[in-house]
């Protein structure tokens, strides 16, 4: 029996394997796997979870036998002659119930290791995600500083041509090339970011950290249903740190219920054998005794006397107040996941409205602005500096899309790990 719940337990922690989406991008998904496969925390929390399993078997097991022999150095005579020596085998057996109490309790703290185990896993998904969107983001900075490069340089090329004329300044040539060396050392900035990131990513898949990874191209963000009762009700169900800390009440349960099975006596079951080599004085020898010589052997029945209640009466009370700190700990842990949801997804409605901000306004605005003032430098009807700023504010409009596309994914992860999977997508 104990083995067909050490195997059930062993497979309810593969089918308790928490979902994850990545929204069709399959080099996150080939990342995630690789990350829950290699990871040192997730393989160390699933050796404790099989290291939980080996306690049932021990703590159903009834106690080693003792056997006794009593070697006697002066053998004491009776009718039949000296007693040599004497053998004596003894079982202790639990009062009924015990062990099975026992043993639920370490199936359920077994239970309890898987469920921490799935939220290893899950905490190794979230990490994943920040750092491969920390990545997209850092390639998508670079990218749109580049293509910024690009723009200033041809501005520089037409500043240049100006003077070269004598209808522009020096000073505009000069100003052109100081902002593209400004921009060229942000570039360096942000290699220098992604080093870290692939770092943080490596590390999770238990790669070198200093591996080169490809570029991450940018994906379309996923529309998401931000219902917060509908996401609360898949905490409860699906939030690893929740399932862990109802297993626990259940462990403790448990354990209240062997405790108070300490109550009751255990009994010990013997069997004996003493060697007995008849007489050999010179009575016996010329009027042997009936049975002279023969050996004895003898049965026992034992019990403890549980006497001692203070003991055991602490004890139940160690574990019902154990009990009580994980129904308060459950309580703590619903309560932490349900403000985490009602702050993701109040951060997720912010960033959709700021990205629509962006993209419907701000973004077409300044491309205009540039496209005004480029047209309005090569009249020379605006100086440079008007130039640059335009410029200037596209980039920053252009990286504050990026930002919120990476904070989107980022907040999304984050609240994907609160409720242990998946957020429905609108229209699924």
Known sequence: MCRIMAVACCAAVVAWGQPHTTHGDARLAAYIEEALEKNPSVEASFARHRAALQRV???????DPMLNVTPFIRSPETRVGPQNFGVSLSQKIPWFGKLSERGKAAIKEAGYQARLHEAAKADVVRKVKLAYHDLAYVDRAIAVTREEI????????????????????????????????????????????RVDAEAALNTLMDRPPGRPLPRVAGRERPRVLLDDQLLLA?????????????????????????????????????AGYVNVTGRNDPAGRQFPPPDNGKDVWSVSVGVNLPIGRRQRDAAVLEASEAMTAAKQDYRERRNSVEAAIRALTFRLRTIEDQTRLFEGTLLPQAEQALRASGAAYSTGAVSVLDLLDSERMLLDVKLGLAGFQADYMKTLAELERAIGGPVPEVGS
């Open 234 to 270: 898949k905490a409860r169900e699906s939030s690893p740190e929740m399932n862990a800390a109802f297993e626990r009440i259940e462990k403790q349960e448990k354990h209240v219920h062997a405790a108070k099975k300490e109550y009751w006596p255990d009994f010990t079951l013997g």
């Open 57 to 63: 078997p021990q703590v159903k097991a009834l106690p």
């Open 150 to 193: 690009d723009v200033l340089s041809q501005f520089e090329r037409m500043a240049a041509a100006r003077y070269s004329q004598g209808v522009g300044l020096q000073h505009a040539v000069v100003k052109m090339q100081a902002e593209i060396t400004r921009l060229l050392n942000r570039v360096e900035q942000l290699r220098a970011r």
